[in-house]
């Protein structure tokens, strides 16, 4: 088992890795819209903080030599649904027509007061 962690994402604001590579498998935290310069959310509205957690997550997989093209799963956590199709739009702008199976729910609240939060498997 092998911790992933690069400081051009967010660094874990608890007890946890940015991501842990095994057996072939890339198994990332979930990811917030956070501005790793600042360790701040980029602000707040659902199309940067969207946009943000792409960037980051982007940034994680390339640390552990991968990409989105190697992503087979995602979870998507909203605090609002209503947020779907924004999400969608710019989750596929990152993902260049790679669609890897998914589940999108919506939650009560998120870390920080955050709109989103991306976690993805891939596979090496």
């Known amino acids: 088992m092998q911790i992933i962690e690069t400081d051009k994402a967010p660094k874990a604001i608890g007890p946890y890795s ?57 979870t998507i956590y909203l605090t609002d649904l209503n947020n779907f199709k924004v999400v969608n739009d710019i989750y596929a702008k990152h993902l260049n027509g790679h669609k890897p199976a998914r589940a999108t729910v919506q939650v009560a609240g998120l870390p920080l007061g955050g709109k989103i939060e991306i976690k993805m498997t891939a596979m090496l």
């Open 18 to 74: 940015q991501a842990i590579k095994h057996n072939g498998f890339i198994f990332s935290a979930g990811q917030l819209g956070i501005d790793p310069a600042t360790g701040k959310l980029i602000d707040d509205t659902i199309e940067s903080q969207t946009d943000q957690v792409m960037k980051n997550l982007s940034s994680i997989l390339k640390e552990a030599k991968a990409s989105f093209n190697n992503v087979v799963e995602t």
